[in-house]
């Protein structure tokens, strides 16, 4: 499984990526907000530090400022993927610019039908949002499952990025289904490292060697 980092956060992106966790980055109008940086420049120094996709999103609502918002994206970096919508415009322009030859994730998707519509408009990623459906009471792990059957049943190629990922349990069932990326906030991906019994077994190993007064060092 592929891990992206969800962040507008350099320093933190960086971390991870130091580490080997980073295979990609996802933004967001809310995440670059959060950053109180420029869009452009962000994404660029993003694309710097990261050489798999960098999902950069456009703003505008109809296709054709869409079309033209995700070209200026584009010219960010080779590695860009321009992130759309999913709404009838956003597939529009999906289906342009993956037919320049770009890679375009379809955000905001919550449903196996829109997922099916992005396959067909030649999305690179679909994200659907696993937290945001679990937030109205909607088990958001069914639409990731609903989404690997209808795209394997037909061969689609574009890949299910689990997004809006708030949980390592989150993390594990996209995994066990068979999403093909995740995207997750770097506390996320930091906290799949914790285990009460590692911390609880190494305090007793510490305890044990003291006992010895022996030191490696
Ligand atoms: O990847 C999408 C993500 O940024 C949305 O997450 O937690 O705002 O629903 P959230």
């Known amino acids: 499984m592929k891990f992206f980092v969800d962040s ?37 120094e993003i694309c710097s530090i990261v050489s798999g996709p960098v999902s950069a999103e456009v703003t505008a609502t109809e296709a054709e400022t869409m079309i033209a918002e995700g070209r200026k ?66 088990d958001g792990m069914d639409l990731i499952e609903d989404i690997r059957v209808i795209y394997d049943n037909y061969g689609f190629e574009t890949q299910i990025l689990a997004a809006s990922i708030r949980t390592v349990n989150h993390v594990l069932e996209s995994a066990r289904i068979g999403a093909d990326v995740m995207t997750a906030p770097p506390a996320v991906i930091k906290s799949l490292a914790s285990h009460p019994l590692t911390d609880k077994g190494l305090a007793a190993f510490l305890a044990d060697i003291e006992k010895t007064g022996q030191k490696i060092l």
Request: net charge negative; hydrophobic share 45%.
């Open 8 to 44: 507008a956060e350099i320093d933190q992106i960086a971390e991870l990526n130091d580490l080997g966790m980073v295979d990609g980055v996802t933004t967001n109008p809310s995440l670059i907000m959060k950053s109180s940086r420029d869009i452009i420049e962000v994404t660029k």
């Open 73 to 138: 994206l584009s010219k960010i970096a080779d590695n860009i993927a321009i992130k759309v919508p999913l709404t009838w415009d956003g597939l529009k322009a999906c289906k342009v610019l993956s037919g320049e030859g770009n890679m375009v994730n379809v955000t905001l998707c919550f449903s196996a039908n829109q997922a099916l519509l992005a396959a067909k408009a030649g999305a690179t990623f679909i994200s659907p949002f696993i937290g945001r459906l679990d937030d109205i009471n909607i």
